[in-house]
């Protein structure tokens, strides 16, 4: 079973605060690896995309990739109250056999709260 | 800036009826999805589909679910015979390719069988 886990929290931070969340993955296979955000009752609002080792910065949004350890992470600097949310880590697993068909499995989320 | 649109946003319908929930991908998009969301959990893949054909499915989607691109720009989830655990929220999303491209969600359509 290919899992994607993350801490389900909830997270909460003061605004202006970094805000860390983590995942992990078990296929060692996964090439590209998304964070997106989801309110409730709402659909998955893409953040972040990260396809190599190291950091990628957009804005306030940091996402860091580790494959060796197989772990991504997304970092929220300046939180804002706005930024309260479910945070989703989705992995795509690479080509097998030459075939991908671009198939995301998402972890739970992390419920973050971000409080004035 | 385009967007991945879904009707209707919600749809009641009582068990064993069909349904058909409709999505309008990006238009220079060529991989279409559905993913469905339960209550409280995860965002479950359903399936994939490129050049007019399923590419992959998971489990979940067996016989009762079909999918179609019935002219150039509609995307289809049909569920015959609803159950009453087919209450959820299901995401359409289309991406440029499968490798290393974002992959954009509709806003959802909720479904509840009564």
């Known amino acids: 079973q290919k899992e994607v886990e993350q801490n389900s929290g909830p997270l909460s931070v003061p605004e202006g605060a970094i805000a860390s969340l983590n995942c992990t993955y078990s296929?060692?296979?996964?090439?590209?690896f998304f964070w997106y955000r989801q309110y409730s009752g709402k659909s998955p609002e893409l953040i972040m995309s990260i396809y190599s080792n190291g950091d990628k910065e957009d804005g306030r949004f940091t996402a860091q990739l580790n494959k060796a350890s197989q772990y991504v992470s997304l970092l929220i600097r300046d939180s804002q109250p706005s930024d309260s949310a479910t945070y989703l880590c989705a992995v795509k697993v690479g080509r097998d056999g030459g075939t991908s068909y671009g198939k995301l499995t998402f972890g739970q989320g992390t419920i973050l709260t971000v409080h004035p | 800036e385009p967007e991945v649109t879904q009707t209707p946003s919600h749809q009641v319908t009582q068990m064993g009826q069909e349904v058909i929930l409709r999505c309008v991908p990006i238009?220079?998009?060529?991989?279409f999805y559905w993913y469905r969301q339960i209550l409280g959990q995860k965002v479950e893949f359903l399936v994939s589909f490129y050049n007019n054909e399923i590419s992959e499915k998971s489990e979940i989607f067996d016989d009762q679910f079909s999918v179609e691109r019935p002219d150039g720009s509609n995307f289809t989830l049909k569920i015959r015979s609803t159950k009453l655990e087919d209450s959820a929220m299901y995401f359409c999303?289309?991406?440029?390719?499968?490798?290393?491209?974002?992959?954009?969600f509709g806003q959802g359509t909720r479904l509840t069988v009564v």
């Open positions: 296929d060692r296979g996964s090439q590209s």
């Open positions: 238009s220079n998009h060529l991989y």
């Open positions: 999303a289309s991406s440029e390719s499968d490798l290393n491209t974002e992959a954009f």
